[in-house]
């Protein structure tokens, strides 16, 4: 990346430089904090599990007899099922709606474009921009938490016995904590590539984190009830939460599915860059 797409995609960076800042602290402290609970909290949630029922374990993605009492249960049940790809879903939306129409609704896009920038290299840019800052927040998280986890006794297998019979739960590692990571940055660069292809063809911030935040939420929902009760189930594959939670990829290691969140993203890139060069801009 060289010339004046480098300072097209370094500039939006640098723009973003103090939110991305606070957004990474944040999302670490989450992280954490979380983690700081389990020694506290496993036995609590162990216990929750088994009164819940089936409903309780779907939300949580208590799925194949993952159990919450262990270091990965815990992890995964209180964090990667819910916590850290809504986190990352809200922040790639906010990103994807601001890189073409928030920029487009301040006037700033119309000044970048009234010099020798084009059309083409500042959406490329941008949309790098805006994936480049969602991977380095969801790494930095994942960093934070295999740095502490040790303290918080998530790294030690666990033995139990049920039965009779004597069980080991292994502890958090580093393939766990980058697979989670990176399917949970998957999830959340779908959301992104909406929120980018709604700001690049309606040049609206508002509507654009509208649509993205209607099509995740909607489609946890329908996930989420249609396993409870069986209705429509055969549809659950439209949402990207039905390869997340049943895959759990955090503890049962990485999957093709995680491909698909990518195709979207790209094919949401694709769709933007074609309207975005045909449509006039809004004045500010």
Known sequence: MTGP??????????????????????VAAI???????????????????SQGGAGVSSLLGLTDGIDPSAPLGYIWSNLYSNTVPWILMALGIALGAAAIA???????LEYTLSSTA????????RFAGLLTILLGIAAFSGLALLITAPLFNLTGDMTVTIDGKTLTNPGL???????????????ATAEAGIAFLVGAVTGSRGRAIGVATGIAVASYVFYTLANLTGVLKFLTWLSSWRWY?????LINGLGWEVVLPFVLAAACGGVAWVAFERRDLQTA
């Not at 939670?245 to 990829?249: C, T």
Request: charged content about 10%.
């Open 5 to 26: 797409v480098a300072t097209l995609y370094l500039g939006w960076l640098r723009a973003r430089l103090r939110s991305t800042v606070f957004w990474t602290l944040g």
């Open 31 to 49: 992280v954490v904090a979380t983690a700081a609970f389990y020694p506290s909290l496993k036995n609590f949630f162990a216990d929750f599990q």
């Open 102 to 108: 928030g920029d487009e609704e301040a006037g700033t």
């Open 118 to 125: 084009t059309r083409s290299p500042i959406l490329i840019t």
């Open 173 to 187: 590692g580093l393939s766990n904590v980058a697979v989670g990571t990176f399917a949970a940055f998957a999830v």
């Open 245 to 249: 939670l049943s895959s759990a990829m």
